[in-house]
């Protein structure tokens, strides 16, 4: 009897101690406004490109080296401080028939699945949410150091690209003239916090 108490004891504290290592490997970034932003980037007229850019963006990151498949991305964008190339675009993506900033100020994309393809390049597999409209969305990433041998106490810049069909979203206007699908760029440098 005694032997299997000693043995149920310290089988629980194994499993506490893992769980101890594991919530201590857990390691939190916020992004850096300074150094973080999106541009889109849209075909316009068959022949060029329209961009608008989201200098104005905010999030956080969770990750674990020990548990690579699992990620907590959460970035926040403020569409109201989005711009374009001149003033008559910037009011038209503002306005209804796109981003409607005045009813719908946040374009939100949250990752929770990541699948590294490579030591410093992945998929982070989310949803993005944009004009009060969610859709899945796969996010291809590129870390500047392997996450996987993260510290915590470093920065590190990630980069994310993504393609998205606008009509998704409710932006359905000017379909003769502008395309359906936008590529999308996030750039941020993480700060360990």
Known sequence: MQWKTAHWTAALFILCTASVGYSASTYRFTLDPGSSSVDAKVAFMGVGNRKA????????????????NQIDLDVSIDATQLKSDDNVTTGRLKGKDFFYV???????????QLAMTTATSGVVRGDLTARGVTRPVA??????????????????RLTGVTTINRKDFGMTAYSLVVGKK????????????
């Open 53 to 68: 850019y989201f200098p104005a963006l905010r999030g956080k990151v969770l990750l674990s080296p020990a548990q690579m």
């Open 102 to 112: 005045d009813k719908f100020p946040t374009v939100r994309f949250e990752g929770t």
């Open 139 to 156: 996010l291809n990433v590129v870390f500047s150091e392997p996450p996987a041998q993260a510290n915590g106490k470093e920065a590190i």
């Open 182 to 193: 936008v590529s999308i760029t996030i750039r941020t440098r993480l700060l360990p916090s």
